[in-house]
């Protein structure tokens, strides 16, 4: 069965980094396309950034554009999230999820989620 | 990128049907039949129940059924069950390549 089981959260500073993992199982990892969505405590989702199957194109919400990577390794079955020049408002439960096939935006699979939290 | 508007929150008895409603403009909503719902129990993950506006994954049961007209996009709980309960999102493709949420509609069976 699918299994999406996130890692890397934690307690940082405002202004500094994370670097978030999400390890799948049950699928062929390397065919479909991968997002992250969060969701701020008290809040709704919001969605953070697609990775395509092959890696070959990312694209992001503008709220984290030019502060957050996207990035996957294939061979380990890994989509990563690197989140850099972090902000109080970028305190979230961050959740992998699968994309039904590539870039649909149907999330069929997701993980329960690592919960990040930028505070001084 | 502004979040699609949901109603706080809905309620009904078991047995009735509710309808949750999304609205948005016609650059997301509107503009694209790729409108999804989510059913999300707090500390669980989220789980896809309509996706393409209307089509529901396999397992999901068909008390769920969505639609849309013009920029709204809705869906319907018909014989509402206890398990029910729970937190409900809809999601709509944007121009760009990227996606918007709904605020959340909180449903309650009473």
């Known amino acids: 069965q699918v299994q999406l089981v996130e890692s890397g959260g934690g307690v940082v500073q405002p202004g500094g980094s994370l670097r978030l993992s999400c390890a799948a199982s049950g699928f062929t990892f390397s065919s479909y396309g991968m997002h992250w969505v969060r969701q701020a405590p008290g809040k709704g989702l919001e969605w953070v950034a697609l990775?395509?199957?092959?890696?070959?194109?990312?694209y992001y919400a503008d709220s984290v554009k030019g502060r957050f990577t996207i990035s996957r390794d294939n061979s380990k079955n890994t989509l990563y999230l690197q989140m850099n020049s972090l902000r109080a408002e970028d305190t979230a439960v961050y959740y992998c999820a699968k994309d039904q096939h590539d870039t649909s935006g149907n999330f069929d699979y997701w993980g329960q989620g690592t919960l990040g939290t930028v505070s001084s | 990128q502004s979040a699609l508007t949901q109603p706080a929150s809905v309620s009904g008895s078991p047995g009735q049907s509710i309808t949750i409603s999304c609205t948005g403009t016609s650059s997301d909503v509107g503009g694209y039949n790729y409108v999804s719902w989510y059913q999300h129990h707090p500390g669980k993950a989220p789980k896809l129940m309509i996706y393409?506006?209307?089509k529901r994954p396999s397992g999901v049961s068909n008390r769920f059924s969505g639609s849309k007209s013009g920029n709204t996009a809705s869906l319907t709980i018909s014989g509402l069950q206890a398990e029910d309960e729970a937190d409900y999102y809809c999601s709509s493709y944007t121009s760009s390549t990227t996606w918007v949420f709904g605020g959340g509609t909180k449903l309650t069976v009473l």
């Open positions: 393409d506006v209307s």
């Open positions: 990775i395509r199957y092959d890696g070959g194109n990312k």
